[in-house]
Each structure stands twice: as C-alpha cells, then as structure tokens.
C-alpha cells in the first residue's frame, strides 16, 4: 500500500515528536519536508528532509500527502486552509483554531475536497484514557453523575520553548490545554456540552489581558455536571495535576490521573485499575522515545487509517471545533457574567 507523505510546519517541541513518530512508521508513511521556526533546518537534517522556505512552497509540494501543524494557535487557520486548498490532509495540533468561524472554514473546505482532518488529542491514545473509555462503556462505573477537572501548572515551566503563550492572539491558558478534557469527556461519554458558565481572571502581571485562570461549571447533554479548575499561574506545581479527573457513576469512581495512576472506587473500597508507563524526564530525550513515542505513533496511524477511509480513532474535525467552543464559551460567560447554552439534550 503506498506510503502517506507528510509536511510539518513548526520546528519545537512537537514538531520534532510528530517527526520521531511520522519516521517510526516507516512502513506506512515517510516524512518529506518542513517549514517554519528557526530550528526547522536543524530539523531538517536530523530526518534527512527538505527544509522550505516558505509555508506556500511547502503545500505546493506534490510529494506531500498530508501536513502536521505544529505552530502558534493564532496560525493553525491559514496554514489549515493553504493545505486544504493545496489537495493535502491536516493534523492539527490543538487547538484547532482561536474562533469558531475559523474552524468552520477548514471543516467546510475539508469536506468539499473530500479530505481529512484530523485534531491531535493525543489523551485518546494514552493507556489510562482507552482503559477508563472501556470501564465507562461497559457499564462499570453506573450513570456518570459528576466529574471534578483540575488542570494546574506552572506556565514558567514552559517558557523556555513556549515563549509565543504570552501574545494576546494566543486567547490564554484554557484554550490551549482544556479543550484535551472537552474531548475526553465527549469521547468517555457521547454527550455534548450543553450548557457552561465560569470566571475567567489574568493573575500575571506579564501576560497583561491573557486568561490564566479559570473556575468553570459544565452541563453534558447526558445529565452529567462538572466543575473544572484551570489555571498556569502557579508559583509551583501540584503532583499529579496537570490533567487529573475524579469521575463519579451511580456504580462506581474513577480517579484518573492521564499521565499517572488510575484508581477505580466501588462498595468493596479503592483499587490500582491501571497506570500510565512514566516518561522518565530525568534523561533529555525521554520525551521523543518510547512509550511517549508510541502514543503518538498510534495517533498518526489512526490519521492514515482516516486518510484510507478506515474508522479514525484520532479526534477529527467536528471534535476539534467542539474543544474551541466549549473554551470560548466559558470566556464569554464569565466576561457577561451569565449561564450560555451550547447543545439541547
């Protein structure tokens, strides 16, 4: 079967971890070209590929297929659609887009050329997610009734290869990380947001405007309520809080640490249901290895899968715009100060 050919743009953190796992499945896809960000041509030689000059001569490529977007939020829209418009499919980093309308215009120019998206929710495909998924589905956990979200970290932590979180056109701290638990809890569930409201604040003084802090209350179209806590204007971090759940059913509990621990609570006390491997940060280059790697392996694949019209576990289009808004909507309430609905049960 031919092999998927894939752009990147961006040259950080991730462009690099989709690169790593683009080249591991060698059998199924080759890595062609990049662009963007002063260590795109470092990146270039590392794989042995073409560093562009520019983002139109990277979609002008006929030897590319498919094009990851690893760059700025404010940027996923026009490369997005440059891509689309150039007959390529798109795995776009989260969030999808800084507006609603920005993801409608890919989605629609996406279905018109009959291609595919894709929205790199990367929890999909980590073991305690797909464990949890499975409890829920099965019935194990009853009728899920409330979920607790605490998402807090030090956003100094990130800095160092995140520098572009503080322009304004980034919108702030809960669209870039939230919209991974929006989709977790739609792809636990099948319900929708139905209704939200929340207070949003910007607590650091060096990142005047920006949201950094967010208390939220959600409505699931299943019934389902949840509070979310959300904030990087930590002095520190808490363990085991940078993605963590507390899932309550009418049968049972889970306590969901997504890079951790997974405890599953029932009448009989608490038990270890599953774990997460560790990363194991200590060593530089722990993060482009596996199991890290892996994950992201599976994630392309399952794009590819899409991209030959097998079922695509990797979140697509629609899952991608329903993180942008949720997020949105919950800025929106807590700067009119009211409840806003989104979905009807």
């Known amino acids: ?74 940027l996923h829209v026009a490369e997005g659609m440059r891509a689309l418009e150039s007959g390529k499919h798109i795995l776009v980093e989260k969030p999808m887009a800084t507006t609603v309308e920005d993801c409608d215009r890919m989605i629609a120019a996406a279905a018109k050329r009959r291609l ?30 409330t979920v607790q979200i605490s998402q807090l970290y030090n956003l100094e932590m990130q800095l160092g290869a995140y520098t572009w979180l503080k322009d304004p056109a980034t919108i702030g701290n809960l669209i870039d990380g939230f919209p991974h638990t929006i989709d977790l809890l739609r792809w636990f569930t099948g319900a929708e947001v139905r209704t939200v409201t929340a207070f ?47 899932i309550v059913g009418t049968e049972g509990n889970i306590d969901l640490d997504a890079f951790g621990q997974v405890y599953l609570g029932t009448s009989k006390g608490w038990n270890l249901f599953t774990e997460q491997p560790p990363i194991g940060f200590d060593d530089p280059e722990a993060a482009f290895k596996d199991p890290r790697i892996k994950t992201f392996m599976n994630q392309i694949q399952s794009f590819i899968d899409g991209i030959r019209g097998k079922p695509m576990v990797c979140g697509d289009g629609q899952d991608g715009r329903a993180g942008v808004v949720a997020c949105l909507a919950m800025l929106q309430a807590s700067k009119e100060r009211r409840w806003i609905e989104l979905s009807k049960p």
């Open 200 to 246: 949003s604040r910007n607590f650091m003084p060096d990142r005047p405007g920006l949201e950094d802090t967010t208390t939220a209350i959600m409505e699931f179209t299943n019934g389902m309520i949840c509070t979310a806590n959300s904030s990087c204007a930590l002095t520190s971090t808490y363990p085991h809080q940078h993605a963590h759940l507390r």
């Open 116 to 145: 595919v998206i894709g929205t790199a929710y990367i929890l999909r495909f980590r073991n305690n997610a797909i464990k949890v998924r499975e409890l829920i589905a099965s019935g194990g956990l009853g009728k899920l009734l």
């Open 1 to 74: 079967m031919k092999k998927i050919r894939f752009g990147i743009t961006g040259s950080g953190y991730m462009a690099r971890t989709h690169a790593e796992a683009i080249k591991r499945l060698d059998q199924d896809a080759e890595l062609v070209a990049i662009w963007g960000g002063r260590r795109a041509p470092d990146l270039a030689t590392r794989f042995g590929i073409a560093c562009e000059s520019s983002m139109e001569a990277l979609m002008a490529r006929p030897d590319v297929d498919a094009v990851v977007i690893n760059t700025p939020h404010h």
